[in-house]
């Protein structure tokens, strides 16, 4: 019986292909609309979540400003925080600007950036060749240091820069790796410094701390073990820097990329919420469309229903049969709106420069929608449809 409502559905639909076409329409436009907004969207944030996330989600950074009793962190301090629960490792940075050449080459603005063990064990990006720094290299005494391509270019043309010797603030180091010039924001992460034009150098961090004539330190990575306990955690390191700095106001700030993510998520939900109420309204449009074309459909084939329960067709099948018939022609609308939204979204997502993918809840939610809307705005008119007399609907000229 089903099946056969269907097929006498789909007849009338394509019996009157124009007016079907332009009932559809607003089901397509407001499915369309609502795929295209949430793909670009979630698209978008979750390009922007992703690059967050390989600055270090699972790292808390201390930019310690200090005040007129003392003006950074000790090393002391760096021990405490070390030692707090879920903290996995501590990694202090210096930055400076210096000088750094070979044999007639000079380059003057260099970032000179300071960083332990504790950064490279952490740090998921991967050297063009050499190896990263380790534990031996920090000693102070040892001379080792990673390049850029930038500095390889310039310095190093057309040579292997692996084990040979660079001139870093009039000091000599031997080069054991060499890293890609685009990754030179993740070493930035949480200082307040840009990478130089003339490239980047990563030497050990006593060594940079010497080179800045400071004895203490600006900025600091505290790496967690679990993300989940970051209030916790940041509560604790709040704890050991203010009796560092002697409960001073503004002595400290700290910056806690897992809070941030979590701030973002939670405006992309928003927003994607938002988006999705705006879009509904071409739905509901496309209903009362639906609805409209419904009625008139019944006022045009009252003989045929008269005719029908005169030979004994029970109401419920009349209303199953118009109820059919615009669930049809909403789930109709509404795929077509799908493979419309989803190629908006596709070209909108490439002209922006990021990386396309299919949000399988809009596509879900897109054909929720048209069976709603189905079946709510073709309730009215089943209902007119089955409620019709038969001797009444036979008299109808």
């Keep these: 019986m089903i099946r056969e409502n269907f097929m006498m559905a789909l007849d009338n639909i394509i019996n ?30 979750g390009e922007m979540m992703s690059q967050f996330e390989s600055m270090g989600a699972d790292k808390i950074t201390v930019m310690a ?27 202090p940075s210096v930055s400076i600007t210096g000088s750094a050449g070979k044999r007639g080459t000079l380059l003057d603005e260099v970032s000179i950036m300071g960083k332990n063990e504790t950064y490279f064990q952490k740090d998921t990006t991967e050297l063009i060749m050499g190896r990263k720094l380790t534990a031996l290299d920090m000693d102070g005494h040892t001379y080792t240091c990673i390049i850029d391509q930038d500095i390889v270019k310039t310095i190093f043309p057309n040579v292997n820069p692996i084990g040979q010797r660079i001139m870093v603030n009039g000091q000599g180091y031997e080069v054991v790796g060499v890293r890609d010039t685009e990754s030179n924001s993740d070493v930035m992460s949480g200082i307040n410094a840009s990478p130089s034009s003339d490239g980047t150098i990563i030497i050990p961090y006593k060594n940079a701390l ?35 700095f002697n409960y001073k106001d503004d002595s400290y700030k700290i910056v806690d990329l897992g809070s941030i993510l979590d701030t973002m998520n939670s405006m992309q939900n928003l927003l994607t919420t938002l988006l999705t109420g705006i879009a509904s309204i071409a739905l509901v449009v496309g209903g009362i469309g639906i609805m409209n074309m419904m009625l008139v459909s019944v006022t045009e084939r009252t003989r ?33 709106g799908i493979a419309l939204g989803l190629t908006i979204s596709m070209v909108a997502i490439l002209l922006i420069g990021t990386t396309f993918s299919i949000s399988w809840g809009a596509i879900g939610l897109g054909i929720g929608f048209s069976v709603v809307v189905g079946l709510v705005f073709g309730w009215t008119p089943a209902k007119k449809a089955s409620g019709l007399k038969p001797i009444d609907a036979l008299r109808t000229d």
């Design 210 to 244: 010497a080179l800045s004539g400071s004895s203490t330190y600006s900025n600091v990575d505290i790496y967690l073990e679990n993300t989940d306990l970051s209030d916790e955690t940041n509560t604790e390191v709040e704890a050991v820097l203010d009796a560092a």
């Design 65 to 91: 400003t200090g005040n007129a009793l003392k003006s950074g962190l000790s090393t002391s301090d760096l021990q405490e925080l070390e030692e707090i629960p879920n903290v996995s490792g501590v990694s």
């Design 16 to 45: 009157n292909k124009m007016r079907s076409f332009l009932t559809s329409l607003g089901i397509v436009i407001g499915v369309a609309s609502v795929i295209a907004l949430i793909t670009i969207v979630q698209s978008v944030t």
């Design 304 to 336: 045929e229903i008269g005719l029908r329960k005169a030979l004994g067709a029970e109401p419920a099948q009349i209303q199953i049969l118009f109820i059919i018939e615009a669930l049809s022609l909403s789930l109709i609308g509404g795929i077509i």
